[in-house]
């Protein structure tokens, strides 16, 4: 069966999450739907990464397997117009061996996290984004940031219900920069625990707002206790960027 690599992107805020839930609206169940009318087939559409309730994407992958061979062009299109009106769109399908797999052939996986730091509501972001009135030091939140870079139990940012085997990550990329009044937060891994970008991120905001100190940070890592973790960041503000391989 001929196997096709999805590069994806969807506003997660009408779904459940990615992962098919009964009764519930999600990104995977409606990528299946949208190819079972495409053509006729009850596919299984594999993702790089299990995005929450109200996670975006702009760099989601997939893959699937078709009963017959078609033109990549043909594929991204039809998924096009099958796909309305949910806010999902295919950008890209590519050909691939039998080997790929979107999830267990991925090197790293790579996240934005947006803070819209001002005063006034969000009329175009709402939803997308993470308002937080009071001023926060983007660069305060940059230096204290890598004192989580490397390899370390990240139990205090892990959710209680994770099902990952170990707390242990490698953190190759968090990096903290300001323009204009947004505050973005980048970040890579080969793999993250659940939650774990959202409590970062919680941890950071209470470094920029000068509650806590890059040592406070660092602190809380070592503790490897979650009670010792900032708020949780909102889903809105976080969006799955891209996964390389």
């Known amino acids: 069966m001929p196997r096709y ?63 017959r061979e078609w033109r990549t062009d043909t594929v991204r299109d039809a998924m096009t117009a099958q796909l309305r009106p949910h806010p999902v769109a295919v950008l890209q399908a590519e050909r691939v061996p039998d080997s790929f797999d979107a999830r267990f052939s991925a090197t790293k996986r790579h996240y934005l996290y947006r803070i819209v730091n001002r005063r006034p509501d969000l009329a175009l972001d709402r939803d997308r984004a993470w308002r937080i009135p009071q001023k926060l030091d983007a660069q305060a939140m940059h230096d204290a940031a890598q004192r989580l870079l490397g390899k370390h139990d990240f139990s205090t940012f892990r959710a209680a219900e994770c099902q990952a085997a170990s707390p242990v990550k490698t953190l190759e990329q968090l990096d903290v920069a300001q323009v204009g009044d947004e ?32 040592d406070d940070l660092e602190a809380a890592l070592n503790a490897a206790d979650r009670t010792r973790c900032g708020p949780m960041a909102p889903a809105s503000g976080l969006y799955l960027a891209a996964v390389s391989y």
Request: charged share 15%; hydrophobic share 45%; aromatic share 8%.
């Open 183 to 214: 505050i973005r937060v980048v970040t890579s891994a080969r793999s993250f625990l659940h939650h774990q970008v959202r409590s970062m991120v919680g941890s950071l905001m209470r470094v920029g707002e000068g509650r806590w100190s890059a």
């Open 5 to 67: 690599k999805l590069i994806i992107e969807y506003d997660g805020t009408p779904f459940a999450g990615w992962q098919v839930q009964a009764g519930l609206p999600t990104v995977q169940g409606v990528l299946a739907e949208a190819f079972r009318r495409f053509c006729g087939e009850a596919v299984q559409v594999s993702g790089a990464g299990r995005t929450d309730a109200g996670v975006h994407a702009t760099g989601q992958v997939a893959h699937v397997d078709l009963a």
